[in-house]
């Protein structure tokens, strides 16, 4: 098993610690904001940069990624909670610490039975729809704080907007003016010096002029009193009915993480030359999310943001986040009155740039570029996500990743295969329709497993080649891409046989792999069939069958 802090050493310490004062500067306004979009106080946002941050960094396989509450999973918080609890009540934080633990649990279980394939069915498309979706959503309740408009930020997409739009008349012009300024400095300042930590900068300075201009008395929000103290164990209360009506949100919080959280994690350890596992990935996220959800956090998740900005300061160590959790404790044990004048419009302004690149405005660009069913699919998954919900926008996204791959596994390549001649070559070109492989041979190659999806649709495949061609003796069938078979594709493939026993066709089987081979005959489907290690043995060996025969009559 990998040590704990692989990597580090005393030549690069200096270099860790230096990265991990970056990342607390970039996390600490990030997490408050994402607290407030959760609908929970900045301090789960803080205990979440904690004994989760910890515990995720002593675990994890990866040297790089960065364990956090995003601005995804803080929506679907919000989206899952609300309809269970006010926002902002005792119950609703209860429920945020039942679902980060589901949340652990779940991951747990992935890793334990190693299922982490089960995200691969989240496409790009369907993750670039549904994070987009969540992201507008959020957009919508950022802007109404950078405005200085009170409205309900726990409502559906279409009832924010109206209310926004009802409610500009009491816009307020230093809340504009604040976020205005702090649009600005955020988006010039990365282009400027991108290891800044712009969003501290803005955060100190405009609490600076609230305090100083008194401008909390003009109409600006403020964060407000902060709780002081380290986190404390905890352990949610609440009824089964309750667990359960979480389980759907704890889904798609895990899916969607491991989704991202396993893809982060292998490309920049591919990138930085390190190994990278799996499931020991997905179990640093169950203990991580079991750690928020008893210490009062809620649920984290992958930063691919954060991951990037240690990864361009050179940080190539879990050091980082340690000396976080370690400035983040101080923080809270000495320094929480320092954030009660943090105007809301800054962190409307911080939070709204950090999502803007999650509307996946680039990608829906280039995936209608290159296929346009992939942009339908990503479409209504964004819109689904927008106008009925989160849950509802990963369910769609489940069921079109199912008729996707269906789709496609109900028509996989069938060729007959032609010979060009060079006996050196393999067969491997596909015939024009109606032909034969070689004088009373056809070879025709399945490109898919043989299973309940494709059994038929295969069975169909080789009616075509037989009576489409002139007297066809033998069938070849090259199984080197059939990699497994089901019960019903052996049934419809049975019913194949004796279609072509009935007519006279002899089948064989070339290129079978061992295990497939004893699949076969196992499934009654390998019995007196003659079986070729080549495409070109079977042809060669059947058409000196039939020559001899022709030479006989």
Not at 84 to 99: E, I, K
Not at 287 to 300: I, P, R
């Amino acid at each position: 098993m990998q040590r704990p802090l692989v990597g580090l050493k005393a030549a690069n310490v200096v270099r860790e610690t230096t990265a991990g004062v970056t990342l607390l500067a970039i996390a600490l306004p990030l997490n408050i904001g994402y607290a407030q979009i959760a609908g929970l106080p900045p301090t789960a946002g803080l205990y979440a940069l904690v004994l989760p941050a910890v515990v995720y960094a002593l675990t994890v396989s990866s040297r790089q990624v960065v364990a956090s509450p995003d601005a995804a999973a803080a929506a679907l918080v919000a989206s899952s909670i609300g309809g269970l609890a006010a926002a902002g009540s005792a119950d609703y934080l209860t429920l945020a610490f039942a679902q980060a633990i589901l949340c652990g649990v779940m991951f747990a279980l992935l890793a334990w039975f190693k299922l982490g394939f089960l995200a691969n069915f989240l496409s790009k498309p369907i993750l670039v729809g549904f994070v987009g979706g969540l992201a507008l959503d959020i957009l919508v309740s950022q802007v109404a704080k950078m405005l200085g408009v009170k409205i309900d930020s726990g409502g559906e997409f279409v009832d924010k907007v109206v209310d926004l739009a009802a409610n500009l008349d009491t816009m307020s012009g230093w809340s504009v003016l604040i976020s205005g300024l702090a649009v600005v400095i955020l988006v010039a300042g990365k282009r400027i010096a991108r290891g800044v930590p712009w969003a501290l900068i803005v955060l100190i300075g405009a609490t600076i002029a609230v305090v100083v201009a008194d401008l909390e008395d003009a109409g600006v929000g403020v964060l407000g009193r902060v709780d002081a103290g380290p986190p404390t164990f905890t352990w949610p209360v609440i009824e089964w009915s309750m667990w359960l009506a979480l389980v759907p949100s704890a889904m798609a919080l895990t899916m969607v993480t491991t989704a991202e959280g396993l893809l982060v994690s292998r490309s920049y350890g591919e990138k930085r030359g390190y190994a990278t596992d799996p499931n020991r990935d997905l179990f640093a996220f169950g203990m991580g999310n079991l750690a928020a959800g008893a210490s009062g956090g809620f649920a984290v998740g992958s930063s691919t943001s954060r991951t990037a900005a240690m990864d361009q300061s050179g940080s190539r160590t879990q050091l980082p986040a340690l000396v976080t959790a370690a400035g983040t404790l101080l923080l809270l044990l000495f320094g929480t009155a320092l954030l009660q004048d943090i105007p809301s419009p800054a962190i409307g302004a911080i939070v709204a740039v950090a999502i803007i690149p999650l509307l996946g405005v680039a990608e829906f660009a280039s995936l209608w570029r290159v296929d346009r069913v992939e942009f339908s699919v990503g479409a209504v998954c964004f819109l689904v996500t927008l106008l009925i919900g989160s849950i509802a926008g990963i369910v769609v996204a489940f069921v079109l990743a199912l008729i996707n791959l269906a789709q496609r596994a109900a028509s996989p390549a069938i060729d007959v295969l032609a010979e060009d001649g060079s006996p050196t070559d393999s067969l491997l070109d596909e015939a024009p329709p109606g032909s034969v492989t070689a004088p009373g041979v056809i070879v025709i190659r399945l490109a898919a497993p043989l299973f309940f999806a494709n059994g038929a649709v295969f069975g169909d495949a080789v009616k075509r080649a037989v009576t489409g061609a002139h007297e066809v003796r033998h069938l070849v069938v090259d199984m080197e891409a059939v990699t497994d078979i089901d019960v019903t594709g052996a049934e419809a493939f049975e019913s194949t046989k004796t279609w072509l026993d009935e007519r006279g066709v002899v089948l064989a089987f070339s290129r079978v792999r061992p295990e497939v081979r004893a699949r076969l005959s196992h499934l009654g489907l390998l019995t007196n069939e003659r079986t070729f290690a080549t495409n070109r043995a079977a042809t060669a060996a059947l058409a000196h069958i039939e020559t001899s025969t022709e030479s006989k009559e």
